[in-house]
C-alpha cells in the first residue's frame, strides 16, 4: 500500500473530525434536530449558545455528512437519528463521553508510551490505580464504558447468534458482558438455557439494575468474580465466555487468566474468548492495530496478538481441541475444551 503526503495529512488532520462529533454529542445538539428543521438561530436558541459559534458546528457537521441543509433550516437524516439522537438505543454519546475523558487524554502521550514502553494513566490522570479502577470510580463512567462496550458488541453478538449452536449446552456464563447484550441475546433465541453473568464487584450494582429495568432481573442472574485473582464461580457452567478482555492485559496476565479459567471451570465445559487478533503477518488490520496502541498508553501491558498467540496461549493451560470459530461480525472466537478427566 503506497499513501500519499495528503493520505498522511488527512491522518493526521482526523481528531479535527473526532472532536467535533463527540462535542455535538455531548451538546446533544441532535436531538433537537430529531423530527424537526431548524434554522442556526433556533438552534443556537435551543443549545442557549452565540448565533456565531453554532452555526460554525452546523457547519462542520454538515461538511462531514451528518447534516443536511433545506433552505435555511438545517435537517437530521432519519438514519443518522438511530446513533447521534440520546434517546435513540444505539446513540453513541456513551462512546464519545469515554473517549473524551478517557482515550484522548492518555492518546496524547502517545509518544512518551512508546519510548519508555509503559501506559500513560500516571501523567495524565495522576493516578497509579489499574485501568478499571479509574473507570470505575465514578458511576457515570462506569455506565459510559459498558453502554459503549454493549453498543459495540452488537453487530459481534448478531454473529454469535446465528453462527454458534447453544442448544448444546444447558448453562452459560458471560465474563465482563458489559451491558449484557450477548445473554439477552441467548435468552431471547434459546429460551432454556440458564444463564449468569460474571462481573467485577464495582459492576455488579450497575448491571442488576440495568437487567432488572429491562425485564430480565430473574432471568439472568450476576454474580462477582475476578479472573486475575481467580476468585470464580463457574462450576455449573459447561459454556464459558470472556468477551474481549483478554488484550487488555500483558501475555502473561492472559496465560494467569486462563489458567484461573480452566482451574474453575467444570471437566468437560467449553471455554470461549472472542477477540479482535491480529492477522499472522501482524500487518493488521489497521483497527487492531491501533486498538493495541490504546492497550500500550491505558493498560498495563495490554496487547494484541495473532490467532496463533492465542492459541498458543489456550494450549498452555491444558485445553484441547483448540480452535478459532470464524463468524460474521468483528469479532472471532477463540475455543478450547476441558478434558472430561483432568487432574487440575
Known sequence: MTLTK????????GFFQAKTLTAALDLKLFDHLHNQDLSAQAVADKLNSPLRSVEQMLIAL?????????????????????????SEPMWLGWLGRHIDTFLYPLWGELNTAVVSDSNQRQKVFGDNRSWFDILYQNPEDVTDFQE???????????????????????????????IGTLPIAVAESHPDINLTICELPQACAFLRDRLAVQGYGDRINVIEGDVISGKLALQDHDLIHLGWMLHDYAPEIQL????????????????MASETPLNDEKSGPEFTALL??????????????????????FRAVGFENVRIIELSGPRTLICGDKPQSTNL
Not at 493520505?7 to 493526521?12: K, T
Not at 449452536?165 to 458489559?178: R, Y
Not at 486462563?258 to 471455554?271: E, H, K, T, V
Open 6 to 13: 495528503q493520505d498522511a495529512v488527512n491522518q493526521m488532520m
Open 148 to 178: 459503549f462496550l454493549g453498543k459495540f458488541a452488537a453487530p459481534f453478538i448478531e454473529g454469535f447468534i446465528q453462527g454458534y449452536d447453544f442448544s448444546q449446552h444447558h448453562s452459560f456464563l458471560d465474563i465482563g458482558s458489559g
Open 256 to 271: 494467569t487468566i486462563l489458567q484461573n479459567i480452566y482451574q474453575a471451570m467444570p471437566a468437560g465445559g467449553r471455554f
Open 292 to 313: 493495541s496502541l490504546n492497550m500500550l498508553v491505558s493498560t498495563d501491558g495490554g496487547i494484541e496478538s495473532s490467532t496463533e498467540e492465542y492459541l498458543e496461549r
Open 62 to 86: 454538515r461538511a462531514m455528512g451528518y447534516l443536511d441543509k433545506q433552505g435555511e433550516c438545517y435537517h437530521l437524516p432519519q438514519e443518522h437519528a438511530s446513533f447521534l439522537v440520546s
